[in-house]
């Protein structure tokens, strides 16, 4: 479960940015949308909103950067793909931070990391085992300047790990227990992009859990879609069909692919004669035929599913992308449900869909947003630092700006687009 994920000086946040799943004092309704673990009671979703470039997508970004990192460090082989804050002087050349509070197997942990370019400059690790923060180890450079009798190999495998390299990364692949467990954690972690296509995950996960196809059709029918059933197959293609791009990868593997299969999906739908009366089942292609917004709903669902069924946590930016508000909001519902959500799982969404603030779906402590200074700056705040009214309509109030995160446009910016005569 997640906590807390912490970025700094990266992309467009200059200033430390905290995004908390940690549920606020204040007696709220739909009490189904936490769940408690030890002393905390935590949130299983989030929502954030801004305007265009305000940091929402650099918020995703810098957590996606840290996922990828973690798991794929010691696989780099050019610069590190990251980007500090560029309109101050003051960062421009600074290393950008990483941190996450998490649990897994019961403990709560810290886990961070300050890189640039060329290599990795402080690492840290702490738990709490019963009440106390405890280091585990804390790096620094090629250096572990603390570690703990929990995770001696940490100075052993500093030795083994490249400037550019995650110690954590390696000590999953030396078999350490506390690098296997947090290495873990991250896999399962699901950020995932509304702009990308995500049929393979579907896909993949409907042919894992063949039981929940019949969940993911009873989804996509309460959006009155018209698709009876789903045909979902692999198809072995031929390696002269693979564009010449690919083939230059696949031929670059260690070990070479014999067999190269696409995945092809099929719709079904009821078919009428001229009476309006039902006759045969129609098949027609998926991807060729169904709207963008059918494809997309498709594309979410396996992640969605995969979430729930595991207790994972999943962070989709630009959810509302080719998605109807209802059925955005339907997606998200299900997770502050303890019918659907019985693991505890957790969903953070970027969007724009202002149908979603709502005081009677989502707590206020659900909200968050992100607004940029006039230097360039992201913060990143939430709505319960903002006074409860009793009349209040969150998505009016939001629109009309008494909360920031939204483009101010002025009354007569449009006059200065007229042509001239």
Same mark, same amino acid.
């Given at each position: 479960?997640?906590?807390? /994920?912490?970025?700094?000086?990266?992309?467009? /946040?200059?200033g430390r940015a905290t995004l908390s799943l940690v549920a606020t004092s204040r007696k709220e309704l739909l009490d189904d949308a936490t769940f408690q673990f030890g002393a905390l009671r935590l949130l299983k979703s989030a929502i954030i909103y801004g305007a265009n470039a305000s940091g929402k997508s650099n918020l995703f970004k810098g957590m996606e950067f840290m996922w990828k990192f973690v798991l794929r460090s010691s696989e780099l082989r050019t610069e590190i793909d990251v980007t500090p804050f560029l309109f101050s002087t003051e960062t421009e050349n600074e290393p950008s931070s990483f941190e996450i509070v998490f649990a897994s197997g019961g403990i709560q942990y810290r886990y961070g990391f300050s890189v640039d370019k060329q290599r990795v400059q402080r690492e840290w690790l702490f738990y709490i085992p019963k009440k106390i923060e405890t280091v585990l180890f804390i790096?620094?450079?090629?250096?572990?300047?603390?570690?703990?009798?929990?995770?001696?190999?940490?100075?052993?495998?500093?030795?083994?790990?490249?400037?550019?390299?995650?110690?954590?990364?390696?000590?999953?692949? /030396?078999?350490?227990?506390?690098?296997?467990?947090?290495?873990?954690?991250?896999?399962?972690?699901?950020?995932?992009?509304?702009?990308?296509?995500?049929?393979?995950?579907?896909?993949?996960?409907?042919?894992?859990?063949?039981?929940?196809?019949?969940?993911?059709?009873?989804?996509?029918?309460?959006?009155?879609?018209?698709?009876?059933?789903?045909?979902?197959?692999?198809?072995?293609?031929?390696?002269?069909?693979?564009?010449?791009?690919?083939?230059?990868?696949?031929?670059?593997?260690?070990?070479?692919?014999?067999? /190269?299969?696409?995945?092809?999906?099929?719709?079904?739908?009821?078919?009428?004669?001229?009476?309006n009366n039902a006759t045969e089942l129609r098949k027609i292609k998926f991807a060729k035929y169904e709207s963008d917004g059918t494809q997309k709903l498709l594309a979410l669902l396996g992640p969605v599913f995969d979430t729930l069924l595991n207790g994972k946590v999943l962070f989709i930016d630009e959810m509302e992308v080719g998605l109807h508000p209802h059925l955005s909001e339907l997606l998200v519902k299900m997770f502050n449900t303890k019918e659907y959500n019985t693991k505890n799982a957790q969903v953070i969404l970027t969007t724009h869909n202002t149908h979603l603030l709502n005081i009677n779906l989502f707590r206020r402590d659900q909200f968050w947003f992100t607004a940029k200074d006039r230097y360039g700056c992201s913060k990143l705040y939430s709505l319960s630092e903002y006074r409860k009214r009793k009349d209040a309509s969150l998505e009016k109030d939001y629109l009309l700006g008494m909360f920031g995160a939204i483009p101010i446009i002025q009354e007569d910016f449009l006059k200065e687009l007229r042509c001239a005569n």
């Open positions: 479960m997640l906590i807390e /994920f912490s970025v700094e000086n990266f992309l467009s /946040f200059k790096r620094e450079g090629r250096e572990i300047t603390e570690t703990n009798s929990k995770f001696p190999e940490s100075k052993e495998l500093i030795s083994k790990t490249r400037q550019d390299t995650l110690l954590l990364t390696i000590a999953a692949q /030396f078999n350490s227990n506390i690098g296997i467990e947090i290495i873990n954690w991250f896999r399962e972690f699901i950020p995932l992009s509304g702009m990308r296509d995500n049929y393979p995950y579907t896909f993949n996960f409907i042919e894992k859990h063949p039981e929940c196809i019949d969940k993911v059709l009873h989804i996509i029918k309460a959006g009155d879609i018209g698709i009876e059933n789903l045909d979902i197959r692999r198809l072995e293609i031929a390696k002269e069909e693979i564009p010449e791009q690919l083939k230059h990868i696949f031929d670059s593997l260690k070990k070479p692919i014999s067999k /190269f299969l696409k995945v092809e999906i099929d719709a079904v739908h009821q078919k009428f004669d001229k009476n």
